[in-house]
């Protein structure tokens, strides 16, 4: 089993073009928690500790990267791209896209479930690689890391095209420089008991109906109806 992992996880060097120095460390990246209360002897811990230390070095690295290439933005829009870009979704992506999944230590009822393809593990494994490449090769090649496979392309594709907006703003956006007007939202219902209210909303631009939203707020509605538009108005 080891033997394999090795020749396995070397492979993954050459794809990410890093040479370990610690070859334990980088085997600790793939060991899930589930796999330890199966195999209680194993010489090594979880990744749950890399995990941690991942995402501040993720953090970071994401603060440097918007500071330096994005002078223009406001403070208030770093923290937006932020949220949008380490998100759990885009960061299982990433470890898709290098097939981080094939390397895991997984007990018998993850792999069962699917624990390969699991978005929240994949994640965790993205961050806690990170980490390793940080305390093996340090910050600087970690941040080149984290540049080429998550930065590269999405990160600028949604600053780009304003991704990291609410929908809201982002329809607001357009009417003004379509129409010079602000869209507006009007409730068409509220239903249920006070604690549980469900809203339904409609928005008008330029005076028609664009977009039907439904929501457990009027705010998430509103949300949910630009989004709509917003998808009417780019096809």
């Known amino acids: 089993m080891i033997q394999t992992m090795e020749k396995n996880l070397s492979r993954l060097e050459e794809k990410i073009q890093i040479d370990f120095k610690n070859k ?18 194993f010489e090594l811990p979880s990744n749950e500790k890399l995990e941690f230390l991942g995402d501040s070095v993720l953090s970071l690295a994401t603060s440097i990267y918007l500071y330096q290439k994005y002078a223009h933005l406001q403070e208030g829009d770093y923290t937006d791209i932020k949220a949008s870009i380490v998100r759990t979704e885009s960061l299982a992506e990433v470890a898709r896209e290098l097939k981080l999944g094939d390397y895991l230590y997984l007990s018998h009822g993850e792999e069962k479930g699917k624990g390969r393809t699991k978005t929240n593990i994949l994640a965790d494994v993205f961050e806690a690689l990170i980490a390793a490449i940080f305390i093996d090769q340090g910050f600087d090649r970690a941040y080149q890391f984290i540049t080429e496979h998550l930065f590269a392309e999405r990160l600028d594709y949604i600053v780009n095209n304003k991704l990291y907006l609410s929908p809201k703003s982002r329809l607001q956006e ?47 509605a509103e949300e949910n109806a630009a989004q709509n538009a917003l998808e009417l108005l780019t096809k």
């Open 24 to 41: 334990e460390l980088l085997r600790n990246v793939f060991v899930h928690r589930s796999y330890l209360n199966e195999n209680r002897e």
């Open 174 to 220: 357009m009417t003004q420089a379509l129409y010079k007007e602000l869209p507006v939202y009007e409730l068409i219902e509220a239903t249920g008991p006070e604690h549980k209210k469900t809203f339904s909303v409609h928005v008008l631009v330029n005076g028609e109906i664009k977009g039907k939203g439904v929501g457990k707020s009027k705010k998430q």
